[in-house]
């Protein structure tokens, strides 16, 4: 009785510290990070370039992070946040199509995500679909957030679309 409680202690610790490692390493270069993570952290960098007037290294950020972006998605597929990641970069490499249907694959996700509503909003702005703009304005009108002031400022035009 007393080996068999040892062995299945032993075997739960065991199975516990392989789990642990084999989800806590990223192909043993240390930097455990998601793509997704990643993403971000370069779409922060590029939006701070794009600020500084700094377009080729933005745009080189946008790129690096559209691919991990797309490396995520394919990983794990249909998280609104990552399509609205993919609708951005992609919207700011100059595709708009493109970037119109991750907005709109994350929408069929998430109809009221903030950040998605508030990019598409600024594509349609882009696009001179000012009446599609201003129908995403109305999905975020009750969300009492910063989204919704950013795009009501574009859409009147007293802001420039800074993404």
């Known amino acids: 009785m007393i080996k068999k409680i040892f062995v299945t202690i032993f075997l739960i610790i065991f199975v516990s510290v392989n789990a642990y490692s084999a989800g806590s390493s990223d192909g043993g270069s240390g930097d455990s990070k998601s793509n997704y993570d990643k993403a971000i952290s370069l779409v922060k960098a590029a ?94 009108e009750s969300c009492n957030c910063k989204e919704f002031d950013e795009l009501k400022a574009v859409i009147d035009g007293t802001k420039k679309s800074k993404y």
């Open 47 to 140: 939006k701070k370039h794009e600020k500084n007037g700094k377009i080729k290294k933005a745009n080189k950020s946008y790129k690096k992070a559209q691919k991990l972006l797309l490396k995520s998605n394919s990983e794990k597929p249909n998280k609104a946040n990552t399509l609205n990641y993919l609708g951005f970069t992609t919207r700011k490499l100059g595709d708009y199509e493109n970037g119109e249907k991750y907005y709109l694959q994350g929408l069929a996700i998430n109809p009221n995500h903030n950040g998605i509503n508030e990019y598409l909003g600024e594509l349609y702005v882009a696009t001179n679909r000012i009446d599609l703009a201003k129908e995403r304005l109305q999905v975020l």
